[in-house]
């Protein structure tokens, strides 16, 4: 897991990097789009079947994921909000990398 770990870290702090030098890049843009029913209804999608997934794994595996994932959040929300200033955006950003670890673990590409 920690190679998975490594790599997602990796790969969103690239790309805060590279969004943080774009000067048309807008927060409030980017959010807006987040909200539109079309992405928010994949977003859910993605999250039920992961959490479906998840459940066909033992209690002490799922506790190992959660873990690692609540770690990756942490880790991406601070990295965001040292950037950026903005929680919501934040927010949603370390959502999706502790999304993207636990559809890796699941096996889900979506």
Known sequence: MQEIFDEISEVFKSALGDVG????FSIDEYLDQRDEANFDAKWVNT???????????????????DE??????????KNVMKKF????????????????FEANFVKIQS
Not at 71 to 77: A, C, G, L, P, Q
Not at 85 to 100: E, V
């Open 21 to 24: 030098e774009q000067k048309s």
């Open 47 to 65: 999250y039920n079947l992961i959490e479906q997934e998840k459940k066909k794994f033992s209690s002490g595996e799922r506790k190992k994921v």
């Open 68 to 77: 690692w994932s609540e770690r990756i959040r942490e880790i991406i929300f």
């Open 85 to 100: 200033a903005n929680s919501d955006l934040a927010g949603y950003i370390s959502d999706d990398a502790g999304m993207i």
